[in-house]
């Protein structure tokens, strides 16, 4: 018997290229791969435990799923990801409902796993993190344009908020030669943009080369002739070295967008974090990248209400924000994770005002991304189409300032020819909606 399989893949992009590759490994082990896990025999839901609203959702997915189960439309609910590495001994003692929780390690036994969860036997297994998989076959979840390129694992950087290094375990490249050649792959299948991702990209190589290697993989991967658009992710202010930013400002295939985490301005607050600079330092390397780069889009992240947070170093990273003015900009109150250094240090800030002061922040933002799309009026943009919105009555797609499922969309009509999903189409922008342009395909 054929066992049919779906999953859910919750959380970040990083944690969807495992789930791309679990769908392999299932399909190359006769499981029939199906898209609406509410058809499956075996249910998988790989999760994420970064802050609390992700787990909230994590568990929330899981509920919902074991409603089918009970209903007969779901043999067995299996529970991967981040939630079932950090939770070990939790998961199944809270939640009877699931049939299987597996940490990261047991990816690559995830079909023999499910065929004894089918059988009728309770699985838990949890081998070492760093046995997950750095590379392996895939099936692509993104649509064909576009594709993640995750180029490590795990995480040395240990901000004192962050529970990734526990849950993920240490920093582990991938070679050049082997993210070269999967690049290729799925540039053969038809992806256009790649998407460079990991828990911090400009680490890359550090612990493999010995060497920050960023500059020299994405050189590599400019030289493959079916990709259009290159985006990189998650780079770490620190590490911007010249040799990144030359790289980035000379190529022509990476997009001129660049996403900084930067969490906050105040170097008190930061050195609390276990990160570096300041604010002085911060806004001169945005000036400089800026000068460097013209037309660069910066993404970047605030926590708001971090422990010990005053009045004035909100005010101060209020203050930044408004200065630095971000094209995109995510804010979000502090989340309080058990077991890592910050959920222990003194004056922790009441949800109330880390709630407020991040909608403060992101308020402000609201503005500057209007503005920004304003300013885009009468300009012509290269955009990269991403099908039909029958709601709008027009077309959609993003812009070389826009990642996919974190930023906005840009909407135009198309008379004559019309375009399709993956092509690339020149615009002339005429108006905007909220923060999304819209325009005329020329």
């Not at 699931?98 to 699985?123: F, M, P, R, S, Y």
């Not at 600079?277 to 992240?301: C, F, H, M, Q, W």
């Not at 991403?386 to 499922?405: L, N, Q, V, W």
Request: charged content about 30%; overall charge negative; proline content about 4%.
């Amino acid at each position: 018997m054929k066992y049919k399989v779906g999953i859910v893949s919750l959380g970040c992009a990083k944690n969807q290229v495992d789930a791309e590759m679990l769908l392999a490994t299932l399909g190359k082990n006769n499981f029939e791969i199906v898209e609406d896990v509410a058809f499956s025999d075996a249910a998988i839901i790989n999760t994420c435990a970064f802050i609390e609203p992700a787990k909230q959702e994590s568990i929330e997915e899981i509920l919902e799923l074991a409603k089918l189960k009970a209903e007969g439309k779901i043999k067995c609910l299996i529970v991967t990801g981040c939630l079932a590495e950090r939770y070990q001994d939790e998961v199944m003692k809270q939640l009877p409902e699931v049939d299987a929780c597996v940490g990261i390690g047991a990816n690559e036994q995830i079909a023999e796993i499910i065929t004894k969860t089918l059988e009728g036997e309770k699985q838990e297994l949890f081998p070492p993190k760093d046995k997950i998989a750095l590379e392996g076959d895939r099936i692509q979840s993104t649509p064909r344009h576009y594709a993640y390129l995750k180029i490590a694992e795990g995480c040395d950087n240990h901000c004192t908020y962050c529970a990734i290094p526990m849950i993920r375990g240490k920093y582990r490249s991938r070679t050049i030669e082997n993210l070269v050649k999967e690049a290729q792959w799925l540039a053969d299948g038809g992806v256009k943009e790649l998407i460079v991702i990991a828990q911090d990209t400009s680490y890359y190589g550090n612990d493999l080369y010995g060497k920050p290697m960023l500059p020299t993989l994405l050189r590599e991967l400019c030289k493959i002739e079916k990709l259009r658009w290159i985006r990189v992710l998650y780079c770490y202010p620190e590490r911007l070295t010249d040799e990144l930013i030359d790289t980035i400002a000379d190529e022509n295939k990476i997009v001129k967008y660049l996403d900084l985490p930067l969490q906050h301005c105040d170097g008190a607050v930061l050195k609390r974090m276990n990160r570096k600079g300041d604010y002085e330092s911060l806004r001169a390397l945005i000036n400089k990248l800026r000068e460097r780069i013209p037309g660069i889009v910066l993404r970047s992240t605030f926590i708001a209400g971090f422990p010990g947070e005053s009045e004035e170093q909100f005010e101060a990273l209020a203050q930044f924000a408004k200065e630095m003015r971000f094209q995109r900009l995510g804010c979000f109150p502090y989340s309080q994770e058990e077991d890592t250094p910050a959920a222990k240090l003194p004056d922790q800030i009441d949800e109330d005002t880390k709630q407020r002061r991040a909608e403060i922040i992101m308020e402000q933002q609201q503005l500057i991304m209007e503005e920004y799309a304003e300013a885009l009026i009468g300009s012509e943009v290269e955009v990269l189409c991403e099908g039909f919105d029958k709601i709008a009555g027009c077309f959609f797609g993003r812009t070389k300032g826009d990642s996919p499922e974190v930023d906005g969309s840009i909407f135009f009509t198309a008379d004559g020819i019309k375009p399709t999903a993956g092509s690339f189409v020149k615009v002339r922008v005429t108006d905007y909606i909220g923060i999304d342009p819209v325009g005329e395909m020329i």
